[in-house]
């Protein structure tokens, strides 16, 4: 069993969320991924005003019309515009389909402005997705580092935290988050590093290590290989591949009635 | 299962972290468990090392070792005094079919004349030329080793100067798209698959460039051998696409 924590409506052609899904599933057949988080990427928005927010989400919303037997929805939001951001999450999540958050590069997500989004976010069971990068060659102005993400995750114990991306540098990113047991390591987006998801499971243990691909920027293949390439336990591999997420979605699944 | 020659695979150590396949038996052990009939091995230890040529002499030693599997790419520095003797000692004493270039670890770029005249060289000694763009993401690099990748767009120009010269760019296609990447598919220039990326990644390369210039190649052990593996199973290649890629093309480019 197979589901990716990190997927975007990019790398396919296509006009509409719906057509590019049906090319990502295609994908995701051949690789036997069953399960595909999907958020963004009909266009990209560093910054998204409310409007510009509120789209991608409807992009998310229409996809999975045809799609809810394959994907799971994230609403993206800015925590520039909190007010908004909140009744986004709860048109998409609390009154929708939608299982988790998406934080992206807008904000730095040590502000207390990511607070009540946090906390409106595990009050619905839902999950929250922060981008993280830690770049040798320099961050983006407000981008997020996998050290603010513990800052941010040590005000928030009750909420179920992933780490996009493990911070690129993950040597780094596992020890940032090593701390928070609410923390989970996404391994999508970066290099098919060798030793990766070795040290992950070493320091987190093999239930905070959870498989993201970040296609279609990504392949599937060199994002699953950093799983099943490595020197690990086959049921570690079964962990993070996709039981993990499994486990953290299930309350949220089981409110919405989703049967499994 | 379809027998692959891996056309991209590193010896000895990474500078800044231990990989699990470093040591040499380990790799190969693995690197056959997943039908990979033969490997051209470059050596970590030529980025960095000034003592080019015992670089060389251990990474064709260690191949002995596994002759017929293992096959050696010795490295030339160009901005090292005398680079001419390592160059005649890969190919006269050790024999091997080609060499790897890591023009951003030596420091030149490819409109430097040294590096048209080594090319020049190899093409008169046949032997192939394996050029590097780039060995990992420059946002991941350590600190205090930021090397930027090649910029490969001096490339053609300096080409010229080597008529017949065998190319092959390793890990290129997150610097190298567009209009360059097709001159220098008709050019000759081949290409591997490490660092090929998107969904149905080598499906969309084969779109692009003549189905004979790209090679199969992992980029491992610094990056997960299955990775490349799994690009083919996930991209839909005919079976004559896949046998050339695999395979095919790779034993053409150094049956000079
Ligand atoms: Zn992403």
Redesign the pocket.
């Known amino acids: 069993m197979i589901w990716d924590l990190?997927?975007?409506f990019s790398g396919v052609s296509g006009k509409t969320p719906q057509e590019r899904m049906a090319q990502l599933i295609g994908f995701a057949d051949r690789m036997g991924v069953e399960r595909l988080c999907v958020?963004?990427?009909m266009s990209w928005s560093r910054d998204p005003s409310p409007e510009e927010f509120r789209k991608q989400n409807d992009d998310v919303l229409q996809a999975l019309k045809d799609w809810s037997h394959r994907a799971f929805g994230f609403v993206y939001v800015n925590a520039k515009h909190v007010q908004e951001s909140l009744e986004e999450i709860n048109r998409c999540i609390g009154d929708g389909p939608m299982v988790g958050v998406k934080l992206?590069v807008a904000h730095n997500c040590r502000s207390e402005e990511l607070d009540p989004i946090v906390r409106r976010t595990a009050e619905l069971k839902a999950v929250i997705f922060q981008?993280t990068w830690l770049k040798t060659d320099g961050q983006e102005p407000a981008e997020s580092t996998p050290m603010d993400l513990a800052q941010l995750a040590s005000r928030h114990p009750e909420a179920t935290i992933l780490c996009?991306?493990t911070g690129g540098n993950w040597e780094i990113g596992i020890r940032a988050i090593r701390p928070f047991r609410n923390v989970f390591a996404d391994t999508?987006?970066g290099d098919p590093a060798a030793g990766f998801v070795e040290m992950a499971v070493r320091e987190l243990g093999a239930e905070r290590v959870i498989f993201?691909s970040?296609i279609g920027?990504r392949s599937f293949a060199s994002q699953l290989a950093k799983v099943v390439g490595a020197d690990i336990p086959e049921a570690s591999k079964k962990l993070i591949l996709g039981e993990n997420l499994k486990r953290l979605l299930t309350p949220i699944l089981r409110e919405k009635g989703v049967r499994l | 299962m379809q027998p692959l020659i891996d056309t991209h695979i590193h010896l000895s150590r990474w500078p800044c972290r231990r990989l699990p396949l470093d040591e040499t038996p380990s790799l190969v052990e693995a690197l056959q468990s997943q039908g990979v009939v033969q490997a051209w091995a470059g050596s970590f230890d030529a980025l960095l090392h000034n003592d080019i040529a015992g670089v060389n002499g251990r990474l064709a030693e260690e191949c002995r070792r596994h002759a017929s599997f293992l096959i050696p790419f010795g490295s030339v520095n160009p901005m090292l005094p005398d680079w001419q003797e390592d160059l005649r000692r890969c190919h006269e004493q050790f024999r091997m079919p080609g060499i790897r270039l890591h023009p951003n670890y030596h420091g030149y770029r490819l409109d430097d004349p040294v590096f048209g005249e080594l090319l020049r060289l190899c093409a008169e000694r046949k032997l192939a030329v394996q050029l590097s763009a780039l060995m990992e993401d420059k946002r991941v690099q350590h600190r205090l080793l930021p090397v930027p990748p090649v910029d490969l767009a001096p490339l053609p120009e300096a080409m010229k100067r080597a008529p017949g010269v065998k190319l092959q760019l390793l890990n290129a296609f997150q610097v190298l798209r567009g209009e360059l990447l097709l001159r220098l598919a008709a050019a000759g220039v081949c290409f591997e698959t490490a660092t090929i990326e998107g969904v149905g990644g080598v499906h969309k390369v084969l779109g692009q460039i003549p189905q004979e210039r790209l090679l199969f190649g992992s980029h491992a052990p610094f990056f997960v051998f299955e990775s490349a593996k799994l690009k083919l199973a996930e991209s839909d290649l005919t079976a004559e696409q896949m046998k050339a890629v695999c395979e095919e093309n790779a034993r053409r480019f150094i049956s000079l």
């Open positions: 990190h997927c975007h958020y963004m990427g992206w981008h996009g991306h999508g987006g993201g970040d920027g």
